[in-house]
């Protein structure tokens, strides 16, 4: 059936682009010219050496050694990517700097205000100076608690420069999945807040700093940075405010590559390290077992990040870019990344529903946001609530919004177009801490078709396999990279041999990487994810995508959430459940079962239909927002896995002990 078309491109947007700019360059220096996206896109999967070095060119990236090879292949994932360069991510954030407009803006439920260069320099000078007094150098790892705030930034800018290696965790986190994050990777400093706000109250985690440093042993020293109470105090530790009085001496002077910095000790320092030097290490949700610690290199974000906000989000110098993110997921990467692009990242902290729902269309009106990020299911909720943000806000300012996390219902595309703004570039997209990026997303030259990704990015070899490893299109398939990208984990750190890497990525399809979805892929381009591979619904013989389900509860009001699993019997067959959180008010009576199951079957088929529907108080979820499908499944049909569940990795831990005793009464 064909796509409905929400919205085409005006020629204002096509030819004012990033990528048609992008398109003119390669015309004018590579001799280059392509009949469309897609064959832009082919090239760029093909000739993959040729399309990553003309990034390179295209953005000036700053060398302080030229690289000997592009690429050196020797199967996934031993790739080497620009041997010999010398780069740093942070310097091409500083290039940006200027007196015209603010570094960032943030918003917490008690306020709002910008931080301009001037003071963001201050801190990241202040804070490279502390760094080098605690003995930290290129190579070291630092770790840091803190939630969405302008100080992250600032230390992030500071340890990134000097070489060091940066990991963030939310303090909405416990201590334990703390623990079993950061003591993987042995940081020597701490840099901690004394506790958050969220949906108006406050949250000390003092408490829970003090365990992190009694089980981290390598933590020598911790900088706490006062949040809720600026009179906050920590045992052995260096307050922020007296960090920023410390007169750094001239001794201490940044090193630096050009002859104006090196007498100069009012700029911070960006440290010239190899393409793969480290810069991060992320986490993946740790539900299952313990949390992989994903580790990227400085030239394959930089790389990445470069690509993606050109060309795909189409970011531009002044303008404001807006994620609802926390420092625990990696869209606050991907956020701070927009000042790659000269771009203000705008920050907020708190409860996207407090007061309400408004909260964040109420900000997007006043500073204007020009790019609006979310989550899928913030949207699906503002859809269920029926905000009526374009008529209640003037949104003239926004250019996109950035939708990612789980996928985008059908409906909610309507609903954005409709509630929010007709004229209005939706960016659906999916990729994932794995490569702090999308590989699939938005393209400002292509139409948005309801229920639909717009396109693969460029240099992502993605395509829908079979069971047999075979392309295939417009069938459920698994998602599969076939080609290296820079952006991949450069390894996990503390993984021996890369063996838990290789198992995670490349064991189903020798040399590409499986990633655990599954999607359809369309003739144009356009595509579907149909939710992770992992917990598809295996009825009847039949794949299904758990979003295919909730694609279609998802409008019906009197459903707040859900999840569904398909639990394989030992005698060949299998049971399909369904759970629901009803909204407020509603009951599971005859009428509304019967809605359900004839919304499943009319909208999807028979065997969308559960066999038993039953309330449930909540959904559990992870801390960066992912239903409990896996694990749920596993705990009914009958597998042990409290040594491997960590509660400590789930928003709210309390919805998973209903799951635990209906599993026992069945």
């Not at 990445?304 to 420092?327: I, M, P, R, V």
């Not at 629901?580 to 499943?600: C, F, G, H, P």
């Not at 499908?629 to 789930?650: H, Q, R, T």
């Amino acid at each position: 059936m064909q796509a409905t078309t929400l919205w085409k491109p005006s020629s204002s947007i096509t030819d004012h682009s990033h990528l048609a700019d992008y398109r003119a360059w390669l015309k004018e220096n590579k001799g280059l010219q392509f009949d469309g996206y897609e064959a832009l896109w082919k090239w760029s999967t093909t000739e993959i050496a040729d399309f990553w070095e003309s990034l390179w060119q295209y953005f000036q990236i700053i060398d302080h050694s030229k690289y000997t090879d592009v690429i050196i292949d020797h199967g996934m994932p031993r790739v080497e990517w620009f041997p010999g360069a010398r780069i740093n991510y942070a310097e091409h954030i500083w290039r940006h700097k200027n007196n015209q407009q603010p570094a960032l803006i943030f918003q917490n439920e008690l306020g709002r205000k910008e931080v301009s260069w001037a003071e963001l320099e201050q801190q990241v000078i202040a804070v490279q100076h502390h760094l080098r007094q605690q003995g930290i150098r290129a190579g070291d790892t630092v770790a840091a608690y803190l939630p969405n705030i302008p100080e992250a930034i600032a230390c992030f800018i500071a340890v990134c420069g000097l070489g060091a290696v940066w990991s963030c965790c939310s303090p909405d986190f416990g201590a334990e999945t703390v623990v079993e994050r950061f003591a993987q990777i042995q940081p020597k400093l701490l840099i901690s807040c004394d506790g958050y706000r969220y949906a108006g109250k406050s949250f000390s985690r003092l408490s829970q700093v003090d365990a992190l440093r009694q089980q981290i042993d390598s933590i020598e020293a911790t900088l706490l940075i006062p949040y809720l109470n600026n009179e906050a105090e920590l045992a052995n530790s260096t307050h922020w405010a007296d960090l920023l009085k410390s007169p750094i001496p001239f001794s201490d002077a940044p090193t630096s590559q050009s002859p104006d910095q090196a007498t100069n000790n009012t700029r911070p320092t960006f440290t010239p390290l190899p393409f793969d030097h480290p810069i991060w290490v992320l986490y993946s949700s740790g539900t299952t077992g313990r949390p992989k610690a994903i580790t990227h290199g400085h030239g394959g974000v930089l790389l990445e990040h470069l690509k993606y906000h050109a060309f795909h989000n189409d970011t531009k110098q002044g303008e404001k870019y807006f994620w609802f993110s926390t420092t625990g997921w990696m869209m606050w990467n991907f956020l701070q990344a927009s000042m790659l692009m000269g771009a203000t990242p705008v920050l907020f902290d708190g409860s996207p529903g407090y007061p309400d729902l408004d909260v964040l269309w109420q900000m997007t009106e006043a500073l204007p946001v020009h790019h609006f990020g979310t989550s899928a299911p913030y949207l699906t909720a503002c859809m269920k609530k029926d905000i009526q943000a374009g008529k209640k806000y003037d949104l003239s300012a926004l250019r996109s919004i950035g939708s990612t996390g789980a996928p985008l219902p059908p409906e909610a595309f309507e609903w954005i177009y409709r509630a929010v703004k007709s004229d209005l570039w939706l960016c659906s997209m999916s990729g994932g801490t794995d490569v702090c990026t999308a590989f699939v997303g938005g393209i400002p030259e292509k139409p948005v078709l309801r229920g639909r990704i717009q396109g693969r990015a460029l240099g992502c070899a993605l395509y829908a396999y079979d069971e047999s490893g075979t392309r295939i299109q417009e069938q459920l398939g698994e998602m599969v990279i076939e080609q290296p990208m820079p952006s991949m984990p450069i390894y996990f750190w503390g993984d021996e041999g890369n063996e838990r890497y290789r198992s995670s990525y490349f064991s189903t399809f020798p040399d590409k990487w499986r990633h655990g979805d599954w999607i359809k892929l369309f003739e144009d381009g356009s595509l579907i994810i149909h939710g992770r591979s992992d917990a598809t619904l295996n009825r009847k013989g039949v794949r299904i995508g758990t979003a295919e389900i909730y694609q279609i509860l998802d409008q019906i009001p009197e459903l707040a959430d859900t999840l569904v699993l398909n639990i394989e019997q030992d005698d060949g067959s299998d049971i399909m459940p369904l759970f629901i959180k009803l909204a407020n008010d509603a009951e599971l009576d005859e009428e509304l079962e019967s809605t359900i199951k004839i919304s499943l079957r009319q909208q999807g088929s028979p065997r969308h239909v559960p066999d038993y529907i039953q309330p449930v108080p909540d959904i559990p979820y992870t801390l960066s927002g992912k239903k409990l499908e896996v694990p749920i499944k596993k705990i009914f049909m009958g597998m042990d896995v409290s040594k491997s569940l960590n509660k400590d990795a789930l928003r709210n831990p309390e919805a998973l002990d209903h799951f635990i005793e209906i599993a026992k009464k069945n």
